[in-house]
Nanobody, 115 residues
Framework: QVHLVESGGGLAQAGGSLRLSCTASGSIFSINSMAWHRQAPGKQREWVATISSGGMTVYADSVKGRFTISRDSAKKTVYLQMNSLKPEDTAVYYC?????????WGPGTQVTVSS
């Protein structure tokens, strides 16, 4: 079985920063892409950022220039550094790992940004 555990969520003020981490454990090998998604109350889950196995990164326009995705493949961990946070960044953040044609999702971590 594969387990993903996210950490680093919490409460931040507008303009502040948070760093999310997501670590995979279990029978997972040859991780391809790693990504973050988020779901705000009453809204559909949306994609935030992706990092490929080669380190190429892509971001949603809403977070470009403020968020940075990175990975440590040896630790099977993906990070999301979130700077200049805005109240509209409030959501549950989910990591997603794609490995061997299977998507694995974490349980989510709450991020709340106060104005």
């Amino acid at each position: 079985q594969v387990h993903l555990v996210e950490s680093g969520g919490g409460l931040a003020q507008a303009g502040g920063s948070l760093r999310l981490s997501c670590t995979a454990s279990g029978s997972i090998f040859s991780i391809n892409s790693m990504a973050w998604h988020r779901q705000a109350p009453g809204k559909q889950r949306e994609w935030v950022a992706t990092i490929s196995s080669g380190g190429m990164t892509v971001y949603a326009d809403s977070v470009k220039g403020r968020f940075t995705i990175s990975r440590d493949s040896a630790k099977k961990t993906v990070y999301l550094q979130m700077n200049s946070l805005k109240p509209e960044d409030t959501a549950v953040y989910y990591c997603r790992i794609y490995s061997n044609f299977v998507d694995y999702w974490g349980p989510g971590t709450q991020v709340t940004v106060s104005s």
